[in-house]
């Protein structure tokens, strides 16, 4: 089991950019593949990047494909998404998971979440 704290969060103008951390602690933490993943009020948490334990392997969702890449610095033990271009559709509240078996866009696959941050985009 890993703890997961998520920040970054914030409003900005649409065209803005934003950068989210999730810091991880707990045992074997880097072994794990983290995801991000967000939900709108009143929707269905939608899956929105995700990064292999060994950072090779990365997927992102369609609707942020070409505007948001997912990192991981090792040392740190924090993941991070780089939000740019962003858009009043992505507004929502953005969550951290990690998952000891896969990468995968289904949050069944994540075993431990962050408490989530809001980012709120204006147009």
């Known amino acids: 089991q890993v703890q997961l704290v998520e920040s970054g969060g914030g409003s900005v103008q649409a065209g803005g950019s934003l950068r989210l951390s999730c810091a991880g602690s707990?045992?074997?933490?880097?072994?794990?593949?983290m995801g991000w993943f967000r939900q709108a009020p009143g929707k269905d948490r939608e899956f929105v990047a995700t990064?292999?334990?060994?950072?090779?392997?990365?997927l992102y969702g369609d609707s942020v494909k070409g505007r948001f890449t997912i990192s991981r610095d090792r040392a740190k033990n924090t993941v991070y998404l780089q939000m740019n271009n962003l858009k009043p559709e992505d507004t929502a509240v953005y969550y951290c998971?990690?998952?000891?078996?896969?990468?995968?866009?289904?949050?069944?696959?994540?075993?431990?979440w962050g408490q989530g941050t809001q980012v709120t985009v204006s147009s």
């Open positions: 998971a990690a998952s000891m078996r896969s990468t995968s866009r289904s949050d069944r696959i994540y075993d431990d």
């Open positions: 990064m292999s334990w060994s950072g090779t392997t990365t």
């Open positions: 707990g045992r074997d933490f880097s072994m794990y593949a």
